[in-house]
Nanobody
Framework: QVQLVESGGGLVQAGGSLRLSCVASGRTVNTFAMGWFRQAPGKEREFVAGISRDDGTTDYADSVKGRFVISRDNAKNTVYLQMNRLKPEDTAVYYC?????????????????WGQGTQVTVSS
C-alpha cells in the first residue's frame, strides 16, 4: 500500500514563495514517476510539474515554468515543489501523485496513487 502525504500549503502574498512536500510510505519515491497537480475551484485538475523515475528528468506546465521547481530527495522519500513568484492564479489545492509506468504523462488518469491535497492561497 502506497500512501502520499502533502504538506506545506498556506496563505501567501503575491510574489512570495512556498515549498510543498510529499512524503511517500510503502514504496520509495524513486520507484515512481512523480507529479504535482492542482485544482482551483470550478476548474479541472491540471498538471503542474513532474519528475521521471529513472533519470530525474523534469517537466512543467507553461503557466509555472521558470517559477516552480520539482525535486526529489530519495533519502527522505520525499518530493518537493518549490513555488516562487506566486500569483493569485496559482491559488488551488495541490496534489502529489505517483505513476508506476512510463513518463512523461500529463493527465490525472495516468497516475496510480494520490495524496489528499494541500491548499495554497495567494492573495493579491
Amino acid at each position: 500500500q502506497v500512501q502520499l502525504v502533502e504538506s506545506g500549503g498556506g496563505l501567501v502574498q503575491a510574489g512570495g514563495s512556498l515549498r510543498l512536500s510529499c512524503v511517500a510510505s510503502g514504496r520509495t519515491v524513486n520507484t515512481f514517476a512523480m507529479g504535482w497537480f492542482r485544482q482551483a475551484p470550478g476548474k479541472e485538475r491540471e498538471f503542474v510539474a513532474g519528475i521521471s523515475r529513472d533519470d530525474g528528468t523534469t517537466d512543467y506546465a507553461d503557466s509555472v515554468k521558470g517559477r516552480f521547481v520539482i525535486s526529489r530527495d530519495n533519502a527522505k522519500n520525499t518530493v518537493y515543489l518549490q513555488m516562487n513568484r506566486l500569483k493569485p492564479e496559482d491559488t488551488a489545492v495541490y496534489y502529489c501523485a505517483a505513476r508506476e509506468g512510463a513518463w512523461p504523462v500529463y493527465t490525472e488518469d495516468d497516475y496510480d496513487y494520490w495524496g489528499q491535497g494541500t491548499q495554497v492561497t495567494v492573495s493579491s
